[in-house]
């Protein structure tokens, strides 16, 4: 019980991007349930060297012997938010979209990392 959250070191190449993290579990068998998930917008007055702290909706889950968990994590989540046009122009209005490259980094300098929450 508590909320997850996700730790990511992460950029983007317009400065302006989404991170959208699902956290899922998955049986033995491969079949995916979604658990929680959560969604931050960036812009480009996020410093590139600070972790993003996503956090996630509030869960109480139990993951069972041999189940795995999946972190899974991508620019985004339409038509659930509304898309990112990457310029930084305002969402009702923009005109232009532009393509991110959106890199996660997960090394002993980033150490990325998803926070689940025991009791």
Do not use: K, W
Not at 61 to 85: K, Y
């Amino acid at each position: 019980m508590g909320t997850p959250s996700a730790d990511l070191y992460a950029t983007g190449s317009t400065g302006h991007f989404d991170l959208f993290v699902r956290l899922c579990d998955v049986d033995p068998g491969g079949r995916s349930v979604n658990v929680c998930d959560g969604f931050v917008r960036l812009t480009p007055d996020h410093a590139d060297e600070d972790p993003v702290r996503i956090a996630l909706g509030a869960a109480g889950h139990r993951f069972a012997a041999g189940h795995r968990i999946r972190l899974q994590v991508s620019g985004g989540a339409h038509p659930r938010f509304a898309r990112n046009p990457g310029t930084g122009e305002p969402l009702g209005t923009a005109v232009r979209m532009v393509a991110t490259r959106t890199t996660v980094h997960h090394d002993p300098v980033h150490p990325s990392a998803l926070v689940l929450p025991m009791v």
